[in-house]
């Protein structure tokens, strides 16, 4: 029997997993899925995807564990962007007409003097490697072709990541008597162009935790008084008032424009 795995919402650490938690928004974990790996014994994993990215180092860890298992069956319902993306080349990979991928260049944050900006941009461009790495052994496309196609930043229908190597099909197309496929819901260049610039609109929308919250958080639960055993199971037990002024915190950020997407 199939075992369905989700990959939804924000990739992050398995430790930051409990700040999601509380703020209620929807998140993947390494252990996540790993959980689900240990569960399947030996059957189908049909992972379901549909999260605008995070933590490129969490991202690599599910790839590898997810090829390492061989029996993959992905599907992108809504979007694969970023280190989503990384995840989508896991395995054979269908993708709904209606879905977008995107691929970019890594993104950091740091500071100090010229020799930490110059460390920073070669950390950086070896991280892009690493990422394009995934989408030519998926797609059999030069290193070159892949690490253009991160400096574009490019928004990719289902057609186009087909067209590319990056899925094995679209959903809902049935082949032709020739062998050719047709779409029920064909997309013209016109309407693909659309779709892509109301897809960046969408993705600058998508809510995401800054650093600067997740930070507070962590001062939060660090300075929160011991809890007893049983509310230390208990994720939203585990701090006491500082989490209310952290969540107060996260709303005045929101009015200032300050939660932002990686």
Known sequence: MPVEIEVRGTIVPDGDKWIY??????????????????????????????????????????????KNYNNVKIKVTGLAASAASVIAMAGYCEMSPTAQMMVHNVWTCQSGDYRDMDSASESLKKANRSIANAYCVKSGMALDAALKM???????????????????????????????????????????????????????????????????????????????????????????????????????????GDVKND
């Open 150 to 256: 991160m400096d574009d930043t490019t928004w990719m229908t289902a057609q186009d990541a087909k067209a590319l190597g990056l899925v094995d099909k679209v959903l809902f197309e049935e082949a032709d008597v020739d062998g050719s496929f047709q779409s029920h819901l064909y997309l013209n260049a016109e309407v693909n162009s659309v779709l892509k610039e109301n897809a960046k609109a969408m993705y600058a929308a998508i809510p995401r935790l800054s650093p600067s919250v997740i930070a507070k958080m962590r001062e939060s639960r660090e300075n929160a008084p011991e809890k007893n055993e049983k509310s230390e199971n208990e994720p939203k037990a585990l701090v006491d008032q500082n989490l209310e002024s952290a969540k107060a915190y996260l709303n005045y950020l929101k009015l200032k």
């Open 21 to 66: 938690d509380y703020f209620e928004q929807p998140c993947t974990t390494a252990a996540d899925i790993r959980n689900k790996i240990r569960s399947a014994n030996g059957d189908v994993l049909e992972v379901s995807v549909n999260s605008p990215g995070g933590d490129i180092f969490v991202a690599s860890e599910i790839y590898t564990a997810l």
